[in-house]
């Protein structure tokens, strides 16, 4: 089982440019939430996707945005880049039938915004 | 608005001894609570959690005890190894499950031979 893996492992893009950031869960979790980790904090939660619907949103603007696809698989979309966008963006799955089961975080992505 | 709170941004302890994390929450909703430790380069790893029915849950060298009144968890580790020397999150959702997790700003744990 490889676990939560995402892709790419290091992004560097420049302002006002657009990016995609992709993860795949863990084998048999139906649920992905990605979270953005600033330096030096802690992550914090962006949405969550389920049955590929956004089913959660925390404090992010619209020009975060993401997708669920049939596998489970996700994206995050970021337009309009800002250099505060910066971060490491971690995504984790877990299975919404077992509430006992607790959420896998993949190694995240880095992206730097100059 | 910070509803999960870790104050102490490092810790070191020498090898053997006991290593405590503590970690505070403001929101009376928040129901379960987790622990998660990151390497470099990694992503958090699930360590432990606990139910606000408990007061205590323990995992081997792991114990977190949670105080409600106080708003308090603590993570205990005893004997402290070299190979926990990593960062500690702290996190917590209204309910267990798939549910939105509220994370700590994490406390760096040096643990020194």
């Known amino acids: 089982d490889a676990g939560v893996t995402q892709s790419p492992t290091h992004l560097i893009k420049t302002r006002g440019q657009q990016v995609t950031l992709r993860c795949s869960p863990k084998s048999g979790h139906d649920t992905v939430s990605w979270y953005q980790q600033a330096l030096g904090q802690g992550p914090q939660f962006i949405f969550q996707y389920y049955e590929e619907e956004e089913r959660q949103r925390g404090n992010f603007p619209d020009r975060f945005s993401g997708h669920q696809f049939p596998n489970y698989s996700s994206e995050l979309n970021v337009n309009a880049l800002l250099l505060g966008d910066s971060a490491l963006y971690l995504c984790?799955?877990?299975?919404?039938?077992?509430?006992?089961?607790?959420?896998?975080f993949g190694p995240g992505t880095r992206l730097l915004v100059l | 608005d910070q509803q999960v709170k870790q104050n102490s941004p490092s810790l070191s302890v020498q090898e053997g001894r006991i290593s405590i994390l503590n970690c505070d929450y403001t929101n009376s909703m928040f129901d379960y609570f987790l622990w998660y430790k990151k390497y470099p380069a990694e992503g958090p790893t699930f360590l432990i959690s606990i139910s606000s029915i408990k007061d205590k849950n323990e995992d081997g060298r792991f114990t977190v005890f949670l105080n409600k009144s106080a708003k308090h968890l603590s993570l205990h580790i005893v004997p402290s190894q070299p190979g926990d020397s990593a960062v500690y999150f702290c996190?917590?959702?209204?309910?267990?499950?798939?549910?939105?997790?509220?994370f700590g700003q994490g406390t760096r744990l040096t643990i020194n031979p």
């Open positions: 996190a917590a959702s209204v309910r267990q499950g798939a549910q939105k997790l509220v």
């Open positions: 984790a799955s877990s299975p919404d039938r077992d509430p006992q089961e607790t959420q896998y």
